[in-house]
């Protein structure tokens, strides 16, 4: 059953430009040579909520763990987290539509 991984973050100011360099140059094509298809992200514009959520989805959940445990990921998300605070995911099995 296909699902989604859900994460969330919001940006270090001070890191706003380079956040956005990384994350079209290294993370997209990272998490697609992982295995996921991104499918959308959000910004949260007011409130109290995090500022980024992103939306992949994977094949199963065992594939999306695996991916996630691999190393390949953990470089990717120790360099996300330069840019980063708060971050959190998720895997949820697969809707249609937005998800939290």
Known sequence: M???ILMTWDISQENEQK???FVIGEFVP?????????????????G???QIQVGMMAPDAE??????NSDEW????????????DFSYKIV????GFQF
């Open 2 to 4: 296909p699902v989604k």
């Open 19 to 21: 956040y956005f360099e």
């Open 30 to 46: 990272g998490v697609q040579r992982l295995g996921f298809h991104p499918l959308d992200a959000w910004a949260t514009l007011y």
């Open 48 to 50: 109290d909520y995090p």
């Open 63 to 68: 594939s999306a763990q695996e991916a996630l």
């Open 74 to 85: 953990i470089d990717l998300r120790e360099k996300l987290f330069e840019y980063i605070d």
């Open 93 to 96: 099995p697969a809707r249609s």
